[in-house]
């Protein structure tokens, strides 16, 4: 494991007045790839990046999509609904929704507020909290974790929680193989797919040098990472100074091994791995006050902050080519800027509002 601790110079704090681009700005553009927007009602769009236009969308069988995960091989769409009691899949090159699945029946509405699903398209890992419907009351479950099997249509087993401890929200990721699922928490609990028992056990609760905190993670990106890593945000307690400290880890499931550095205080921020994984982006929100931020990853440093008119919801992509930024969510709107200067370029517009996903898909 390798430690490096690193704090920024003065990062350089300036302010863009936004307007429509010229010139040079126009042909900018993210690269060649797909934007895929979950939108209401009851679709996903699909936007050309090279041009921006709207070249078609996928029509979803059982409501509109609140969250949409796309499949470690990137040829499918898993997504929830906004009843949270449905999940479709959908294959990405033909554009259909190839099946469909809800554990509700009968007086009982089954919520999914967790999904992982496994990378050779088996069986997909499910958290629910059950709600039935009496003569005088609702009654709700614990929450439950079940193995859903995509070929026969059925739960093959309730799984234990790790330690026997419920969760409201699960954290789980497979190996890129799919023989093994870990439970991220305060330590990263491994569990074989066959039998799902756990095998071993990765102890990040304890410091892992002294005098050093334990770490942290917030916010993990793999969308342009190598399978089985993770890289992202984390905070890490300094035991000398008694204050948090951020900084980035790039996370090795498979030798459970992290190599991280700090940049600085503690601070809310996002993040969105850039194609290449030389650059990573992030925002920070908060009312009145909102801010690009750019990470070098090579030279291990807070590269940049811009402070920017943002919106009071929003979320952050990199482009395919890792040129531009799309800022959306809450609207009908994707608002482009440039990567390198935080330069606002112009807005795509489209006749819904989006949901919570978008996936940027290089082209081919």
């Known amino acids: 494991m390798r430690i490096k601790m690193m704090l920024p110079a003065c990062a350089l704090i300036f302010f863009l007045a936004i307007g429509p681009a010229f010139g040079a700005d126009d042909k900018l553009t993210g690269g060649n790839g797909t934007l895929y927007l979950g939108g209401r009602p009851n679709h996903i769009a699909i936007i050309d990046e090279a041009t921006e236009k709207l070249v078609g969308e996928i029509r979803t069988k059982t409501g509109t999509p609140a969250q949409i995960t796309l499949s470690q091989d990137k040829k499918r769409f898993y997504c929830v609904d906004m009843s949270f009691e449905n999940i479709e899949i959908i294959d990405i090159a033909s554009r259909k929704v ?18 992982e699903p496994d990378p050779l398209d088996r069986f ?7 709600a039935t419907k009496l003569p005088d009351r609702w009654e709700i479950s614990a929450p439950t974790l079940q193995q859903y099997d995509l070929k026969d249509h059925k739960v093959m087993r309730t799984i234990p929680w ?3 401890e419920e969760r409201e929200f699960a954290n789980m990721h497979f190996s890129p193989n799919g023989k093994l699922l870990y439970f991220f928490g305060e ?4 569990y074989d797919t066959v039998d799902f028992k756990q095998v071993d056990k990765w102890e990040l609760s304890h410091p892992i040098e002294d005098g050093f905190g334990r770490i942290d993670f917030n916010a993990l990106d793999d969308n342009n990472e190598e399978p089985g890593f993770f890289t992202g945000l984390f905070t890490v307690q300094d035991a000398v100074q008694n204050r948090k400290i951020m900084g980035i880890a790039r996370v090795n499931l498979e030798k459970k091994s992290v190599d991280f550095y700090a940049l600085g205080p503690e601070n809310r921020v996002s993040f969105s791995l850039a194609p290449g994984r030389k650059m990573a982006y992030g925002l920070h929100s908060e009312i009145g006050k909102y801010e690009f931020w750019a990470f070098d990853l090579v030279n291990h440093r807070l590269d940049r902050k811009v402070e920017f008119p943002g919106r009071p919801r929003m979320a952050l992509a990199t482009s395919s080519n890792g040129k531009v930024l799309y800022i959306w969510q809450a609207g009908n709107t994707i608002d482009l800027y440039e990567a390198a200067t935080f330069k606002y370029l112009r807005t795509i517009t489209l006749d819904a509002d989006g949901t919570g996903s978008l996936h940027v898909m290089p082209g081919q």
């Open 98 to 115: 190839i099946d469909t699945f809800t554990l509700s029946e009968g007086n009982k509405k089954a919520r999914i507020f967790g999904f």
């Open 124 to 130: 997909i890992i499910v958290m629910t909290k059950t």
């Open 162 to 164: 790790p330690k026997g």
């Open 187 to 190: 330590d990263i609990l491994i």
